[in-house]
């Protein structure tokens, strides 16, 4: 099974963007790279999510490298309520294949 | 709209002792994921149901084992209880053919085992 590697953890300041790396060298063709976070004491909750391009929505920014070996999530204006861990996530989409590899996670820490 | 539900909020058990979870999908939903989450670690992948057929199985042994019914609702249950098996178990629910990728993921229930 392929996997992801993130940093144990970031700070960041408040109203300032932050770029949240993740590595999948072992990634294959069929996997959608994922991104959830986890609020404390809650499940987690889908942030993005992309297959090869870069991706926006209301959230936030997915930047995949070209060769899909790493990809980054990038919020563009932390917020106190942003603190989380945050997963990204591999996930295999072929028929009976179908899991999701969550990683270590990076518990991102926003300054006021 | 209902999001999805879980029961009980905690359980304990001995060991050898069968548990069985139980998790109600968001309406709409037909497709239940259930994951297991030790204490400062992230998500374990168990297995997914679509269609009340398995659609996909983490690495966990086959005294881990599921059901989803017709009305989408879903039971996880787990034979011979080990230590290791004290965890958060999370449910999560999705549509298959709209988002498939969007998981709404149930608050957990607590499982300890002594």
């Known amino acids: 099974d392929a996997k992801t590697t993130q940093p144990n953890s970031m700070e960041s300041n408040e109203e300032e963007p932050v770029h949240l790396p993740c590595n999948h060298s072992?990634?294959?063709?069929?996997?959608?790279i994922h991104w959830y976070r986890q609020l404390p004491s809650q499940g987690p909750e889908y942030v993005i999510h992309?297959?090869?391009s870069n991706v926006n929505n209301r959230m936030a920014s997915l930047a995949i490298a070209e060769d899909r070996k790493s990809s980054t999530l990038i919020l563009h204006r932390a917020t106190l309520r942003d603190a989380a861990v945050y997963y990204c996530?591999?996930?295999?989409?072929?028929?009976?294949?179908?899991?999701?590899?969550f990683g270590t996670g990076t518990r991102l820490k926003v300054l006021a | 709209e209902t999001g999805v539900t879980q029961s009980p909020t905690h359980l304990i058990k001995t060991r050898g002792q069968q548990v069985t979870l139980r998790c109600s999908s968001q309406?709409?939903?037909?497709?239940v994921s259930w994951y297991q989450q030790a204490l400062g670690q992230g998500p374990q992948f168990i297995f997914q149901?679509?269609?009340?057929?398995?659609?996909g199985r983490g690495n966990f042994p086959p005294r881990f084992s599921g059901l989803q019914f017709p009305n989408y609702s879903s039971e996880l249950n787990v034979n011979a209880l080990e230590l290791d098996d004290s965890a958060l178990y999370l449910c999560?629910?999705?549509?298959?053919?709209?988002?498939?990728?969007?998981?709404?993921f149930g608050p957990g229930t607590r499982l300890t085992v002594t």
């Open positions: 999560a629910s999705s549509s298959y053919r709209t988002r498939p990728y969007e998981q709404y």
């Open positions: 992309g297959l090869t």
């Open positions: 072992t990634i294959s063709g069929t996997d959608y």
């Open positions: 149901y679509y269609r009340e057929e398995e659609n």
């Open positions: 309406s709409g939903h037909n497709t």
């Open positions: 996530i591999l996930r295999d989409v072929l028929p009976q294949r179908t899991k999701y590899i």
